[in-house]
């Protein structure tokens, strides 16, 4: 478990610098709902970002600014340390490619793959979160720092 601490309502400059938005807390509770039902059924490689996201989102009392290991929830928005961006992109595609599968009822799952079309495990809401979320992690982890 991570340590998790109040953020201060005015943080300074310096401490912002390093810390870039990736998305609206409601997009993430989505996106993490998916995260949680795929998690059970395939492993995935490079989860440990989402995993951080997950457990500060429920640690989080309502609209309490709240930060840990590089993430913090702040006025609806989760910030990410710059740093944790690509690690994060990487573990997103993976949740994306199962998120696809899952979509085209096509999802391996440990077993044997399933001979028919199968209903899709995701509600398409939370299907687009983690579509959304991805892309804009994509951009973030493309782009050139100064």
């Known amino acids: ?23 609206p807390t409601t997009q993430w509770r989505s996106a993490l709902r998916g995260f949680s039902i795929l998690r059970h059924i395939e492993m995935l490689d490079h989860s440990n970002v ?21 993430i913090k929830v702040f006025h609806g928005s989760i910030l990410l340390c710059n740093s944790l961006v690509p690690k994060l992109f990487v573990g997103l595609e993976e949740l994306r490619a199962m998120a696809e599968a ?4 096509i999802l391996i799952a440990n077993g044997p793959p399933p001979r028919a079309f199968r209903c899709p495990r995701l509600p398409f809401e939370v299907h687009q979160a983690i579509v959304a979320l991805t892309e804009r992690c994509r951009a973030l982890a493309v782009m050139p720092s100064d």
């Open 102 to 105: 899952d979509r085209l009822g």
């Open 50 to 70: 989402l995993f951080m996201i997950d457990e500060v989102l429920g640690e989080q009392r309502s609209g309490t600014p709240i930060g840990a290991g590089g």
């Open 1 to 23: 478990m991570i340590e998790l601490q109040e953020t201060p309502s005015s943080a300074g400059p310096a401490e912002e610098e390093c810390y870039v938005s990736i998305g």
